[in-house]
């Protein structure tokens, strides 16, 4: 997204950098990133514009569709939870398919609470038709997936080593998430 905003004003590479620079991530606010864009460069970007666009710069490979469906075939109940707002990440979880391939999507605006906190779980797994007893949480913030996993009693996973925030040990620590289907099968 950072990428065609830059290409649609006419700036340069050091632009993109800026705007993954302070991006933290996903975790800056984005009225706050897209005001501090429109102060160093000069070029408005609106939070519907970005929600609206970014969505279809998003992706899944196609593994991690096939090893949410072997859950699913499994017997497992699976669900997405998501800190964000209602279109952008509705219109992520429709671009990648991942809305259709689980049982329950739980979107923290929609829910009135977000990860960490243990309630937005036990909501995502009421929608799901199942319990949070052992149940899994896999995902890629320490300080959010992990530690609201851990707030949830669930075993988690943690993806990657994207964010630097403290870090609650997980379970199971992974560089990709397609490592983690044998992981829960096996539980």
Not at 125 to 151: C, F, K, Q
Not at 159 to 172: E, F, K, N, S
Request: hydrophobic fraction near 45%; include cysteine; aromatic fraction near 8%.
């Amino acid at each position: 997204m950072g990428s065609v905003v830059v290409g649609r004003a006419g700036l340069g590479a050091d632009a993109v950098e800026w705007l993954v620079a302070h991006d933290n991530g996903g975790f800056t606010p984005r009225l706050q990133l897209f005001a501090g864009f429109r102060e160093r460069f000069g070029v408005a970007v609106s939070v519907d514009e970005y929600d609206r666009e970014h969505p279809s710069f998003t992706w899944v490979d196609q593994p991690v569709l096939d090893g949410i469906a072997s859950l699913r075939t499994a017997g497992w109940r699976v669900a997405v939870v998501t800190n964000g707002g209602v279109v952008q990440q509705s219109r992520k979880l429709e671009h990648t398919g991942i809305g259709d391939a689980v049982d329950y999507c739980c979107i923290s605006e929609a829910a009135g609470v977000r990860k960490p906190d243990a309630r937005i779980f036990a909501i995502a797994a009421e929608g799901a038709g199942a319990t949070l007893v052992g149940g899994w949480m896999v995902g890629d913030h320490p300080s959010y997936d992990i530690a609201g996993g851990i707030n949830a009693n669930l075993s988690t996973i943690r993806i990657g080593h994207r964010h630097d925030a403290p870090t609650p040990i997980a379970d199971h620590h992974l560089i990709s998430v397609q490592g983690v289907f044998p992981i829960i099968l096996a539980g």
